[in-house]
């Protein structure tokens, strides 16, 4: 998002709104969802919509959720696959990556053999890994290969046990997070890397739109993200130890993700000029060995991390957002404890979509035939931002319940939230109709809008009603 951002409309708008978005919104919407979700014992911000406003509208949401989550799954399987068709080698550590992985959580769970120990073992063998895939390729797969495999990883992923691959491979990823953060942050400070890119490009892009709304749903994570909602008000709140640690855990995690934002968006304005950029995966990892250099470890040894960072990254989002995708459609057809055969039906239906988008011919406003992911990211984006603009919109609703002061806190980033998001579906779904591009994504954008104005207007029937009754 932030290097998408940062070439169609300039470093310096991308860079105002990750830090004003992770600041004023983006750490608000996490703690808030966080904190919701712990005054009704660990429940979903989905049923807190069932509570706070109707049934109906709770059965929307979730529908909502899940479709918002399909383009998830499906933006990411693309891009993972692009990136392992022109990278051997980034497939070859990722596989092995997800192989040590499952080992790890054999170590730790079933061996019995200390966290710190098998911690050491795993990204030895990881490190291992990555300096002999500089000197061996042998995975050559075309790209819907690849999309074939990651679909069935995910379907893996999904149904299976999580302390026997999501946990221990969620795990191990969160070091190479540390490890990109810190080496970005060094090359920052210390690197005295020339800006090559430009501060400011268009008020319009030619492949995005226009600046507003566009900006605010191209960067989604880095600066807000509904997608954050899901996991904090159906995961982490089961694991907080005290609800006075929400703020360092939900905010401070806000920020972290802002930081991240902002060294993936420092390796397209180091990135040399006049060179074509084939996609983001390849700004960010070339960045990163940049950075990689100042600590003595050569370019091409911190690219290939570079490059395994962001598929770990990508993986992440993959099974988890399939998993979660699994969850809510049993939430939304009334299934509490699913056996294996109910998980591996829901978990079917739940790719439908993603299978769907990943084999037909997209094309651009040109007419060309374009990746998967080009195409749908500015809906992926949209849908994503708005379902944090819903989020906050039920956190409105709870907090006008409490008859709080603090409500203005909550209103205006919800005011600025719905209407570009709104705005920006509104938009992409018109140029849709206009052009006469009645396809699956058209059909999905316009079946997100409806759903997200339903959930708006019952929300302000509750706040309207609530208000009613006050006076």
């Known amino acids: 998002g932030p290097i998408l951002a940062g070439v169609a ?44 406003v109707s049934k109906t509208a709770y059965k929307l949401f979730l529908l909502f959720i899940w479709l918002a989550l399909m383009y998830v799954v499906a933006v990411f399987t693309d891009l993972a696959a692009e990136s392992f068709t022109k990278e051997p080698s980034v497939a070859q550590i990722s596989i092995l990556y997800v192989i040590i992985a499952i080992f790890f959580g054999l170590l730790v769970y079933k061996i019995k053999i200390s966290l710190s120990l098998s911690t050491v073992v795993a990204l030895g063998l990881i490190l291992i890994g990555i300096f002999l895939n500089l000197y ?30 999501l946990q221990p491979r969620d ?14 942050l060094i090359g920052l400070i210390f690197g005295k890397h ?4 430009p501060a400011f490009v268009s008020f319009n892009s030619k492949d995005l739109g226009p600046l507003v709304p566009f900006i605010f749903i191209t960067i989604a994570c880095g600066a807000v993200s509904g997608f954050h909602s899901l996991v904090s008000s159906g995961t982490t709140s089961k694991q907080l130890d005290d609800i006075r640690n929400a703020k360092f855990v939900a905010y401070g995690g806000m920020i972290l993700e802002g930081i991240v934002a902002t060294v993936a968006l420092s390796t397209l304005m180091i990135f040399p000029k006049g060179v074509n950029i084939a996609n983001p ?51 939304f057809a009334g299934v509490r404890q699913a056996s294996l055969v109910k998980r591996v039906v ?26 998967c992911w080009r195409i749908i990211w500015p809906l992926f984006g949209t849908t994503n931002q708005l ?39 509104i938009r992409i779904t018109y140029a849709k109709v206009i052009n006469r591009q009645f396809d699956i994504v058209t059909i999905s954008a316009m079946c997100l809008l409806a759903l997200a104005i339903y959930v708006v207007v019952e929300c302000s029937k509750t706040v309207l009603r609530q208000r009613s009754f006050s006076s």
């Open 346 to 371: 829901a978990t079917i239906i739940s790719l439908i979509l993603p299978v769907l988008l990943l084999n037909l011919k997209l094309r651009d406003a040109s007419g060309n035939v374009t990746s």
């Open 194 to 197: 020339i800006v090559s890119s």
């Open 136 to 165: 061996y390729e042998f995975l050559f797969f075309e790209k819907q290969v690849w999309v074939w495999i990651l679909l069935s990883y995910a379907f893996c992923a999904s149904i299976l046990p999580v302390w026997f691959l």
């Open 281 to 331: 995966q390849q700004v960010y990892a070339t960045g990163i060995g940049k950075f990689c250099m100042l600590l003595g470890i050569s370019e091409n040894v911190g690219r290939t991390i570079g490059y395994l960072a962001i598929s770990a990254f990508i993986l992440t989002t993959l099974d988890t957002a399939t998993r979660i995708s699994r969850y809510i459609f049993q939430e």
């Open 171 to 184: 795990y191990l990823s969160s070091y190479f997070l540390y490890f990109t953060v810190i080496v970005g």
């Open 9 to 52: 409309f300039g470093w310096l708008p991308a860079i105002l709104w990750i830090v004003l978005g992770t600041i004023f919104i983006g750490g608000l919407h996490d703690f808030s969802s966080l904190v919701i979700s712990v005054r009704h014992e660990g429940r979903s911000i989905a049923e807190i919509v069932n509570k706070y």
């Open 387 to 425: 379902l944090a603009a819903l989020v906050l919109l039920t956190v409105y609703v709870w907090i006008k319940k409490q008859n709080s002061r603090s409500v203005i806190n909550i209103f205006l980033p919800t005011l600025f939230m719905l209407f570009v998001t709104l705005f920006a579906l």
